[in-house]
């Protein structure tokens, strides 16, 4: 067995570890023993020589994504233990079982324990984004255990990572199947019908996450005029055309907007009271003299790094405020972020700044998040990415 190189952490720089934190930075290493390359797995100590735990190392702000703190083999009996806990977990909780709904998250990378690998379950087909070479090199691996997985549902798998690798890597991944094929992109969910784009879509080509915010939507929507911002291919739509008076969907991309009245067309015999638009969000609310009493703001992440973070706070401010200004009397919002390094306190400080510079009367009806299949790991609080409000506004 090759012999592993040797991670050692400076001085106190251990806790976050300790309590069972997954990501080592690279300004925590006093010292490498051993040649570390990337995607390797490493062996990660204490400052008195104390091992801490076991993960995949790459050059970066995170240099290692620890796998396990426990002192075992990461081979290919790891990865299907690991990969039957989350199918386990998503039994126990539901997710394998419900009706009408055959789109979900089948492995949430740290919520399940193996960070840099996200898998999203469309049908019969599987599509894995890879976030670290670590990963990226057992894919063929990965694939083999879900095709084995006990429902057998999986019939095929796509490799959807060749946009989200690091930018050093020199793997030239390439998006396509690795197991099997599939032309058949219509899922269901919740009875409703949708395009699946996972070869040029974004994410692995649908927004799973908001799958209960969508369907609590639906409620709320009776009689009401609907504007969905940012609306890619048109899920909060889908929902609110089934009570709403009218839905208009906007995005600055003519593809996005176009597979959204497809997704309308799909679910809708009369599509009359829906209307795409290919427009900027900010400049369609400062432009349009339509009345709106339900808005949906589902941005895509306005802060990806910590050093952009005050410029996205910023950014959700503006676009709640002028949503604020613009919603009709008795109207509810549907306000999101989806930015891992914005906390829930920062954003909804940011919405009340928001709401105080307009003068209006607003209240909190419920506060949003991610659903089951999108688990939070108690000791990786950054797992926890979306967050979201529905607010009254008087």
């Known amino acids: 067995m090759m012999k592993r190189a040797r991670i050692v952490l400076k001085s106190g720089k ?21 040649e570390a390359l990337e995607g390797d797995v490493v ?26 703190f426990e002192d075992q083999e990461i081979d290919a009996d790891f990865y299907s ?19 009408s709904t055959n789109a979900f998250r089948l492995i949430h990378a740290e919520g399940d324990n193996l960070p840099g690998l996200i898998v999203d379950v469309y049908g019969s087909v599987a599509v894995m984004q890879m976030h ?7 894919r063929d691996l990965i694939a083999g255990i879900l095709m084995s997985l006990p429902d057998q ?15 050093k890597a020199k793997a030239e ?39 209960e915010n969508r369907k609590l939507l639906e409620s709320f ?35 996005a907007v176009k597979m959204a009245e497809n997704n309308v067309k799909l679910n809708f015999k009369d599509q009359e009271k829906h209307r795409g638009i290919v427009s900027d969000a900010f400049k369609f609310m400062d432009d349009t003299s339509d009345d709106y009493d339900l808005i949906v703001l589902d941005p895509p992440a306005f802060a990806k790094h910590h050093n952009v973070l005050h410029n996205a706070l910023q950014g959700y401010k503006k676009l ?4 604020i200004e613009i919603i009709e009397p008795g109207g509810i919002i549907f306000t999101f972020s989806c930015s891992q390094v914005v906390s829930r306190e920062n954003f909804r400080k940011s919405v009340f700044t928001a709401a105080a510079g307009t003068g209006r009367k607003v209240r909190i009806i419920k506060q949003l998040s991610q659903p089951a299949d999108h688990p939070v790991n108690i000791f990786h609080p950054e797992s926890e990415y979306l967050k979201g409000l529905i607010l009254y506004i008087e």
């Open 14 to 34: 251990d806790q976050s570890v300790l309590r069972k934190h997954p990501w080592i930075f690279s300004g925590a290493i006093k010292k490498i023993y051993g």
């Open 43 to 68: 062996d990660v100590f204490d400052n008195k020589d104390n091992y801490l735990g076991r993960g995949h190392y790459q050059p970066g702000s995170i240099a290692v994504r620890l796998l396990t």
């Open 81 to 99: 233990l690991r990969i039957f806990e989350a199918y386990e977990y998503r039994k126990s909780a539901g997710i394998l079982s419900m009706e």
């Open 132 to 138: 670290s070479i670590g990963m990226y090199y057992k």
């Open 153 to 167: 549902r999986i019939k095929a798998v796509f490799d959807k990572s060749e946009s989200t690798l690091p930018y």
């Open 173 to 211: 991944a390439k998006n396509g199947f690795i197991r099997g094929s599939q032309e058949n992109n219509l899922v269901t969910e919740y009875g409703y019908r949708f395009h699946v784009d996972w070869l040029e879509g974004q994410k692995t080509g649908f927004f799973i996450d908001q799958r």
């Open 221 to 255: 929507s009776e009689d009401r005029r609907i504007l969905n911002l940012f609306s890619y291919t048109g899920g909060f739509s889908v929902y609110g055309m089934s009570n709403a008076r009218m839905v208009h969907t906007v995005d600055v991309s003519d593809r």
């Open 320 to 323: 709640n405020r002028k949503a």
